[in-house]
């Protein structure tokens, strides 16, 4: 279930993307008493923000995401994947690969083929 506390954790006063505010403030209040609760939603920030940036992606152009193939050790952790995936609303799939390195090195090939150079 969610926290419904809203967050948007950012480091500082500032934001680029998804919204671009150099003077948005991060927004961490109210702060429950419940460390979990406070962590829980910082997390479900963390994934509300990143759903806004996909959303804004799909605005500029970009195709709408499908679904998420996700490494390291976050993607390692059911509750912040299963949190990941309600704000998402898309399914997460096994990664082709632990190394993240894979993944931008089969972007590239892909980006190549398309472009002509293979």
């Given amino acids: 279930t969610e926290t419904g506390l809203e967050y948007y954790p950012l480091p500082a006063v500032g934001e680029r993307f998804p919204i671009a505010d150099p003077a948005l403030p991060p927004r961490l209040t109210p702060r429950p008493a419940d460390d979990a609760d406070y962590l829980k939603g910082l997390l479900e920030g963390i994934a509300e923000i990143e759903a806004l940036g996909y959303r804004r992606l799909s ?15 976050g993607a390692a952790n059911a509750a912040w994947t299963a949190i990941r995936q309600r704000k998402l609303g898309v399914d997460f799939l096994p990664a082709l690969s632990d190394e993240a390195a894979a993944g931008t090195a089969r972007l590239a090939l892909m980006g190549a083929i398309e472009a002509g150079l293979l």
């Fill in 59 to 73: 605005e500029l152009g970009a195709p709408r995401l499908t679904s998420v193939r996700s490494v390291g050790g």
